[in-house]
């Protein structure tokens, strides 16, 4: 990790971005500096708490269906699991899923908000085991005061969800009202829901199709062609036998009509030869008869 300016000292047990007013004086090598400095990757500590696969399969599947589904559309919008966020001066806080729209999407190491030029457009926390206070009450109050507009929680265990949005000119976060069982995201321009156990995306009346549906229906999709391809090749045997035979039939019937052609022209050869001889014939019969009178 390479050194910050020594205008900013960033402190490992609690690395921050430096304050806007600092970060607009400093120059571009500065900044990148910073950016360099800024950890990406932490201790396992109550930060980054390890996981099992009840929290890191409902994020790392929205990740996956909400990035497919945008860069299907032509969308800008980034999504991200796990990725440190450094608001300037704030305490550095990484949220199980974010999402910014109308940005560049590659992949980062973290996300400053001063270097890239805007917050976060949207939070989603998964809750499974552990105390709800910090994603149900301390970043209810944080996220809102930071900005961010939209914010979700699923609590896998008990098959809840919850939305807050910021309405206008309010620094607090307001419920998002479900609709038939469904919160809408104006960040996203989807709906969030359940299934089970299972956060869902819906556009319109649709879930978004996962990976793992994608990859069935693709996998569905091959059969089916396979399928037609077999059908059609065998369709193609069938028709080329069909011409063989036809093209044998017709050499067949090319030959016997050869053989009757040459049975006529030997008929009519004789035929010739017969007349003539007859011809010969009446001519000496002819000859006989002034050689007598």
Not at 74 to 85: D, F, N
Not at 133 to 145: G, W
């Amino acid at each position: 990790m390479q050194r910050a300016p020594s205008s900013w000292v960033i402190d490992p047990d609690d690395p921050r971005a430096p304050p806007q007013e600092l970060w607009d004086h400093m120059t571009p090598d500065e900044r990148q500096r910073v950016l360099d400095a800024l950890p990406s990757e932490f201790e396992v500590s109550e930060a980054s708490p390890p996981e099992g696969d009840f929290h890191f399969n409902p994020k790392a599947a929205a990740k996956e269906t909400l990035g497919g589904y945008f860069q299907r559309i032509g969308r800008r919008v980034y999504v991200a699991c796990e990725l440190p966020v450094y608001y300037p001066a704030d305490r550095m806080f990484a949220p199980d899923l974010i999402a910014v729209l109308d940005v560049e999407v590659k992949e980062r190491n973290v996300w400053s908000v001063s270097a890239e030029g805007k917050g976060v457009d949207l939070a989603l926390e998964v809750l499974w085991s552990g105390s709800s206070k910090k994603d149900l009450e301390d970043n209810v109050t944080r996220y809102a005061s930071l900005g961010i507009p939209e914010y979700f929680v699923f609590d896998r265990r008990r098959r809840r969800l919850r939305g807050f949005r910021l309405a206008a000119g309010n620094a607090r976060y307001q419920p998002i009202v479900p609709q038939e069982g469904r919160l809408a995201s104006a960040v996203l321009g989807l709906d969030l829901g359940l299934e089970g156990d299972r956060l869902r995306f819906f556009h319109g009346l649709a879930p978004l199709p996962e990976t793992h549906e994608l990859l069935a229906r693709l996998g569905a999709m091959v059969g089916d062609l396979e399928t037609r391809i077999d059908e059609t090749e065998q369709r193609l045997d069938e028709e080329r036998r069909r011409l063989d035979e036809e093209r044998r039939r017709l050499d067949e019937e090319r030959r016997r009509l050869d053989e009757e052609r040459r049975r006529a022209d030997e008929e009519r050869r004789r035929a010739d030869e017969a007349e003539q001889r007859l011809a010969e014939a009446l001519a000496e019969l002819a000859r006989l008869k002034r050689e007598r009178g």
